[in-house]
């Protein structure tokens, strides 16, 4: 019944008193006010407030001037919500209210809408002119906190609200729990505590991802109801066409998408990145253009690409096929870097200068060898390399400052600066051949902008595999003599990728240590993986390159701890996984023990391969898989001292290892160019842009040949439509030039799910079922000759030193075919001046039939002075 109807249940009014009135109650007076108003004005209370809000009156407008100020809100607000409480307390009054409140908020949505106009100041986004750091993730995140705080807050607001509201009572639920009731016994022994621990990452990144997961469930909603009033407020949606299209999505789930207003139809996203593409195709041409790069021109790293592209219906002019293919980018100049070099020995003519010595230059075998510090250096190497292991494994130090360090000593480290990277166009030519790295070359000068006088007129640094190498100098020893710049190419300085470096001598320094699986007794390093229970059927494919420096490196670090297990007498003890602390001299004396009596030089010459074959077998590889693994780190380290060191051991173990045929030419060649013949800015230049750190962290540098192969693989697997046959249009015009950004775009999916982006060197660790079973191997085996009169017979890999070899065929090489050497002086190639004789050139540049000679081994040579 309504209030305005008082009067008929009012009781009959009594003649006051004079000493009643004092005693009157607030309710009476309102009851005498509204009688008051009815009997006097013909007003009901609901008529006298209006009258009161809405009168044109000077005196009433300034009563009422605070109802809406700050001032008097709170007790406008007091009254709202009693009325509310008087409205809803029948279910017909609680309906009345939430149409009033719906309709309150439909209008106030109505008015909330994003600008019109074209982006930045508006917030449409046409696929035609968009740039690409539109799809920048913090650009990404501008536009969602405009949208949310400026355009949209009532709705955002009122989500987050519900949401929170929500989410409190749903933690509150679920963390109640009875004070009465004890916590589970874990029926696997494991202790509540410690199962608690394993869990907490799991719970704490829940919790802190809630608040990143509702926030973007109300600014999702926000963009898509702008996105459905207004089909031009299109931020969020043009942003996940092209994220769904690098994420793989099918074109059925993105129509659906498109349909609830996530994302554009998938033409939006083709037009997109064909306009993305385009500019950054423009953003190429300016980063390699003169005026940009004054001093140096970018480095280029480049790389095949074979894809298959295969059809299900077969038909004349409609099959299965290979496309063959090269990519690549462009490293810009560190200015860092730039700025500690003397810049006058970065140009195309100190280059020349210094090839022009060449002729003259006289190689002796001891341009590969280390010096004294260096050999010291590479002790400290094998003594990091034991530490690491008797860290991990066995024992731990008091005194970590007085303890072997389990990182050797830093020579030159690169600046781990992010590198500035523009991806090239993929291009239909393949450099397997002379004649294809000519096609590419004039694809690449073509995208970057230049003439052919422009691209030949500064010095021209690339990076690529052997093969790549091999076929340029083959196309410029076609072309020579040849009086045209840019038909000569003589500004090319080619540079063998330290990745692919790395992976063909690991594989041939695990051939010729693997041994003969088929036979139980052989003590090859298959015996060794199959005990840690890695496949050991056949050596590890080089196309699987982290799974053979892996296990490569766990069969060295196994064998190692063996060794230490040795020098403990603790070799029959079983492995628990316990890594207890010793005393830090006890510690260091243990390391030092194992490294003169198993890794030293002094200990591999005290081994006769006849009176005990199986410890020179082991000694052997121990030396051989340090310089593997020392790489590996001293690449991930950013150390390119160290790999340089390393480097120049391959150069010598090269000319004995078997199937390395180009390498042993080609590798002592860079070593010579890096550290001989060119200029010290100009090498240091080199040397600093063989390895980057994609993320910019210390110690997670790659090589540059690696990055790329990193990018082959998204563009080959991730975003090649195989399903449907191979688009080679697809993958040079969409994908190729915005791989950075596409990449980027998929990584942000976890950074918008509240998680962080957790860049960790994945730690090869061996398990304590493989190391135990790896003790009994070695045990039974005898691999160290502990015991000589084992009647037991085992086969050991017929492993030569290919140091003392190596070092040992240069010199039958100097003295009886080449003194000069000169097979390592080949393929430099230089501009010479007006009237320059070029017969030393042509010698130099002569070609030998076969590079590949065998000598006579020697092994009863004495015992080199090189100290490894």
């Known amino acids: 019944m309504e209030i305005d109807d008082f009067q008929s249940l009012s009781p009959p009014k009594q003649p006051r008193s004079p000493q009643a009135a004092p005693s009157d109650t607030l309710p009476t007076k309102i009851v005498e006010f509204c009688d008051f ?87 449409f986004q046409s696929s035609q002119t968009v740039e690409p750091s539109f799809f920048d993730h913090d650009a990404a995140c501008i536009r969602e906190e405009s949208m949310i705080k400026h355009h949209m807050p009532f709705l955002f607001d009122t989500l987050m609200g519900t949401l929170q509201s929500s989410d409190e009572m749903q933690t509150s639920t679920n963390t109640t729990v009875d004070p009465d009731t004890e916590p589970p016994s874990d029926p696997n022994g494991v202790d509540m505590d410690e199962q608690e621990m394993m869990e907490m990452d799991g719970t704490q990144y829940e919790n802190k991802a809630i608040p990143c997961r509702i926030k973007k469930i109300a600014a999702t909603i926000c963009a898509q109801v702008a996105f459905a009033k207004n089909r031009r407020c299109n931020g969020l949606q043009l942003f996940n066409s092209v994220r769904f299209m690098a994420g793989n999505v099918s074109e059925a789930v993105n129509d659906y998408l498109h349909h609830i207003g996530l994302t554009s139809s998938r033409q939006t996203a083709v037009r997109a990145l064909i306009s993305s593409s385009a500019r950054a195709g423009r953003g190429l041409r300016t980063s390699s253009s003169i005026k940009n790069n004054p001093i140096i021109s970018p480095s280029i790293c480049i790389d095949n690409l074979d894809i298959e592209q295969r059809v299900h219906t077969h038909g004349v002019g409609h099959r299965s096929m290979m496309f063959h293919g090269t990519w690549g980018y462009i490293h810009k100049p560190n200015p860092s870097l730039l700025a500690s070099l003397d810049h006058s020995q970065l140009t195309l003519e100190a280059y020349n200068r210094a090839l022009s010595e060449i002729p003259t230059l006289k190689i002796v075998p001891s341009m ?36 072997i360090p389990s990182n050797p000593p830093e020579i030159d480290l690169i600046d781990c600066s992010p590198p500035d990277i523009d991806m090239l166009k993929l291009m239909d030519a393949s450099d397997n051949s002379a004649d294809g790295v000519g096609q590419v070359l004039g694809s690449i000068i073509q995208q970057l902008g230049l003439t052919a006088d422009e691209f030949c007129s500064r010095l021209q640094i690339m990076d690529g595999d052997l093969g790549t190498c091999q076929n340029i100098n083959s196309l410029r020893a076609l072309r020579s003599p040849s009086s045209y710049a840019d038909h000569a190419l003589l500004n090319i300085t080619m540079q063998l990728g330290s990745s692919h470096t790395l992976w063909n001598i690991s594989q041939n320094i695990l051939t010729s240590h693997f041994g003969d ?208 046959g191979t688009q080679i249009s697809t993958l040079q015009d969409l994908f190729s030039l915005n791989m950075t950004m596409l990449r980027s775009m998929y990584l942000s999916l976890k950074k918008e799910k509240g998680t962080h982006l957790i860049h960790q060197s994945h730690k090869n660790i061996i398990t304590v079922l493989s190391l135990e079973n790896f003790l009994r191997m070695a045990r039974n085996n005898n691999i160290l000759d502990q015991f000589p009169l084992d009647s037991s017979t085992n086969i050991v890999p017929d492993c030569k030193d290919t140091l003392h070899l190596g070092l040992g065929r240069l010199q039958d090489e100097i003295s009886r075919k080449d003194p000069k050497l000169n097979r390592f002086k080949m393929h430099f190639m230089w501009e010479t001046n007006a009237g320059e004789s070029d017969k030393s050139i042509e010698l130099v540049q002569e070609d030998p039939r076969n590079i590949d000679f065998e000598t006579a081994e020697n092994e009863d040579r004495e015992s080199s002075p090189f100290e490894m």
């Open 37 to 123: 108003l009815k009997s006097n004005y013909n007003l009901t209370p609901k008529k006298f407030v209006v009258a009161f809000l809405t009168a044109d009156h000077d005196t009433l407008a300034f009563r009422r001037r605070y109802w809406g100020s700050s001032t008097g809100w709170p007790s406008t607000l007091d009254l709202i919500q009693t009325i509310k409480k008087q409205v809803t307390k029948t279910q017909k009054g609680q309906d009345f209210w939430r149409e009033f409140i719906k309709g309150e908020a439909i209008q106030i949505l109505d008015k909330e809408k994003p600008p019109t106009g074209n982006y930045p100041d508006g917030c």
């Open 368 to 403: 590969f060898l280390p010096t004294a510090e260096e050999d010291n250096h590479f002790e400290l190497v094998m003594k990091s390399q034991i530490s690491c292991v008797m860290r991990q494994y066995i024992a731990t130090p008091i005194n970590n400052k007085s303890a």
């Open 517 to 724: 699986p088929s036979k139980t007794n052989d003590l090859g390093t298959w015996q060794y993986w199959h005990a840690l229970g890695i496949p050991s059927d056949k050596a590890a494919s080089k196309k699987d390159f982290t799974l053979m420096m892996k296990s490569i490196e766990k069969a060295h670090e196994a064998t190692i701890f063996y060794c230490l297990r040795v020098i403990m007498q603790t070799e029959n003890e079983p492995v628990n996984g316990d890594v207890h602390r010793i005393a830090t001299d006890e510690w260091n004396d243990i390391i030092d023990e194992c490294y003169s009596q198993f890794l030293s030089p002094q200990a591999r010459r005290n081994v006769s391969k006849a009176e005990s074959p199986k410890l020179h077998s082991i000694l052997i590889r121990l030396h051989d898989f340090a310089t593997i693994v020392e790489a590996n780190r001293a690449m991930k380290a950013g150390d390119i001292g160290r790999l340089m060191n390393m480097w120049k051991i391959w150069s010598i173990m090269s000319q004995a290892l078997t199937g390395l045929v180009n390498y042993r030419s080609y590798l002592p060649r860079m070593v010579l160019l890096l550290t001989h013949i060119l200029p010290p800015s100009l090498s240091k230049y080199i040397r600093h842009n063989l390895l980057i750190s994609p993320i910019g962290r210390p110690n997670h540098f790659v090589a540059k040949d690696y990055y790329l192969e990193c990018q082959n693989y998204m563009l080959k697997f991730l975003y090649n439509r195989s399903g449907v």
